[in-house]
């Protein structure tokens, strides 16, 4: 599963100059794309000279992420033109799961969220002048008429039903061909997380379920959801696949399983612990 790493804590400062931090983690984006060592086990080491900008390293194309122990984190986006050092790559986060330690990777999508929560608010939503960045919070203020902008969190619920020592697992359309998952949705305004779950699998499979029991949660940077994870147990009706979401579904068991989601995901963990205890007893 994607964690931050341990070490990481966020920080009051959110300003940034490269003089000041000299040996600053930089992630370097480039649109959707981070850069990387070409093996793209760990981010770019790239000399900082060859990308501080006109500006050196303000708020244009800087933005302060955390610490990673004693070393600032810092977010740099980069113009679509940019051209990657020799040793090393532009990838997207996608591409970088099972290659880059997964502690990275929560790392880079914690910088990702932040720098398109940025570049998405530097106009007031309210009278569409110029924001600026507040210095001691991570916001962007209105200077005309005071609204502030905090970075988008968009909460999602992840049900695995049980039903005995079975499992639902479904295709959504969007999926690889042979590959299934626990069912998800978003929450709605004015739901609670239990309600979300209630009406996401009766809306995508047709079924009622009861007992929702709490797993993990975890975030998500595709691009700015918190994936909140809890089995529950199946309680009526018949399995039917709404077909613009859920292509197929299926009850299954450890003994018969198609395509599961990959490791770094909370749909992975989830799946892999809940049929752990169902084996177990």
Known sequence: MLRSPENFSLVSDTQFELAAHPDALMLRF?????????????????????FVGADNGHERDTL???????????????????????????????????????ESVALA???????EWDRSHQFCGVCATPTVREAHERARRCPACGHSAYPRISPAMMCLVTRGRDILLAR????PPGRYSALAGFVEAGETIE?????????????????????ASQSWPFPHSLMIAFTAEYAG???????????????????????????VSIARAL???TLRRIEAV
Not at 66 to 95: C, E, I, N
Not at 195 to 215: A, D, L, N, Q, W
Not at 249 to 258: E, G, I, Q, R
């Open 237 to 263: 009706g018949e399995v039917t696949p709404n077909g613009h979401e859920i292509a197929e579904a299926a009850w299954f068991n450890s003994d018969h399983l198609p395509q599961l989601p990959p490791q």
């Open 30 to 50: 480039r649109g959707n794309e981070l850069l990387v060592a070409d093996t793209g086990f760990a981010f770019a080491d790239a000399d900082h000279s060859a």
């Open 195 to 215: 309600e979300t779950i209630s009406r996401e699998v009766r809306e995508e499979v047709g079924i009622e379920v009861k007992h929702p029991k709490y797993f």
């Open 172 to 175: 959504n359309v969007n999926f």
């Open 109 to 115: 999508g914690r910088a990702a969220q932040l720098i």
């Open 64 to 102: 302060v992420v955390g610490q990673l122990g004693a070393q600032r984190v810092v977010a740099q986006t980069l113009p679509d033109h940019t051209l990657a050092p020799a040793g090393t790559r532009w990838a997207s986060l996608r591409s970088l799961f099972g290659v880059m330690a997964d």
């Open 271 to 273: 799946i892999d612990d």
